[in-house]
């Protein structure tokens, strides 16, 4: 079946720190790729997507993400966090006609 | 700002009641979809229509129905509502039908339902 694993529930980094979020899927074609992040009480933005090409994505507020299919995996990452980056992380695939599949989210909180 | 517009943006109703959700999707996109956020099951797919007919169903339950108008608005619909619904209902719209390569989807940010 179709999935989206984010193994992390919660992850805590301290400001300043370089931070990675992770991404399984399990698809049987090409997927479409893409990383949301949730603020408090606020929608879904849209932070990076992989289609094709370049599997190293750059997205805003300084987020990148790689799309590696042997280890169907498209992690994100930042160099270095800012308190403003708390949020709920949440990567989403879409493959053929299918809808958009969510995992269940990471959520990034960040200390001093 | 994403461009998808949803009304409104909280709702508190009571058992048994019914209510609607109203979304436009950014200009010149076709395909709508509903998602339901709650705590236990996270984002859920409910429907999707493109150009006005149902394209793909999820995990709707039958007291909730949906429909998009020639305009390209939605609204959904859901009846009876128990305690359980209570969630935050999201709206998205993307130019195509499916996972095409250029086909991002772009999220409104949500009505809150509450249900007492």
């Known amino acids: 079946a179709q999935s989206v694993t984010q193994p992390d529930i919660h992850i805590t980094v301290s400001e300043g720190a370089s931070l990675e979020l992770r991404c399984n899927y399990s698809y049987g074609a090409t997927p479409y790729l893409f990383w949301y992040v949730q603020s408090p009480g606020q929608g879904l933005q849209l932070l990076l997507k992989y289609f094709s090409g370049d599997t190293l994505v750059q997205g805003i507020k300084g987020f990148e993400a790689e799309f590696k299919r042997s280890q169907s995996s498209f992690n994100l990452r930042k160099p270095s966090v800012h308190w403003s980056d708390a949020a709920e992380y949440f990567c989403?695939?879409?493959?053929?006609?299918?809808?958009?599949?969510f995992g269940k989210g990471t959520r990034l909180s960040v200390i001093a | 700002d994403s461009g998808v517009t949803q009304t409104p943006k909280h709702l508190i109703t009571a058992t048994g009641q019914r209510v609607t959700l109203r979304c436009s999707p950014r200009?010149?996109?076709?395909?709508v979809y509903w998602y339901q956020q709650s705590l236990d099951q996270g984002l859920q797919f409910l429907i999707q229509y493109y150009n006005g007919e149902e394209r793909a169903k999820g995990n709707i339950l039958e007291r909730f129905s949906a429909q998009q108008f020639p305009d390209l608005h939605s609204e959904l619909n859901l009846s009876s509502l128990e305690l359980g619904d209570s969630a935050l209902y999201f709206c998205a719209s993307s130019p195509m039908r499916g996972g095409l390569s250029g086909n991002t989807i772009y999220f409104g940010e949500g009505s809150w339902l509450t249900v007492v």
């Open positions: 989403a695939v879409v493959s053929g006609n299918t809808p958009l599949v």
């Open positions: 200009s010149g996109d076709l395909s």
